[in-house]
């Protein structure tokens, strides 16, 4: 079973930074895109971002576009996400997520692999 390892997240105070990591447990070469997700607490969890392995192409949700960027370092097998100008509305749990097929890159239902999770925390 595929695993994914977020870490980078933690406490932060309104404007600041952060960088997750997702490591997978195995080589995603022939993967179709990789994506963070993120929930906060009593809502839905909602998609952020998204890169294509082939392609290197990525996508953003609104709320976040101009603030977070998403890269892949292929050798080290990792995929960021880079967070900047964090606010408290962006306080969550953040999720990487993995699809070998395609799909709709904003539908949770598109990806097979899923990570536990690292919260971010956003202080006013």
């Known amino acids: 079973q595929v695993q994914l390892v977020e870490s980078g997240g933690g406490l932060v105070q309104t404007g600041g930074s952060l960088r997750l990591s997702c490591v997978p447990s195995?080589?995603?070469?022939?993967?179709?895109?990789m994506g963070w997700f993120r929930q906060a607490p009593g809502e839905e969890r909602e998609y952020v971002a998204a890169?294509?392995?082939?392609?290197?192409?990525?996508g953003y949700a609104d709320s976040v576009k101009d603030r977070f960027i998403i890269s892949r370092d292929n050798e080290k097998n990792v995929v960021y996400l880079q967070m900047n100008s964090l606010r408290p509305d962006d306080t969550a749990t953040y999720y990487c997520?993995?699809?070998?097929?395609?799909?709709?890159?904003?539908?949770?239902?598109?990806?097979?692999?899923w990570g536990q999770g690292t919260q971010v925390t956003v202080s006013s």
């Open positions: 997520a993995g699809a070998t097929s395609g799909g709709l890159v904003k539908m949770e239902s598109t990806y097979h692999y």
């Open positions: 195995e080589r995603t070469w022939s993967w179709y895109v």
């Open positions: 890169i294509f392995r082939g392609t290197g192409g990525s």
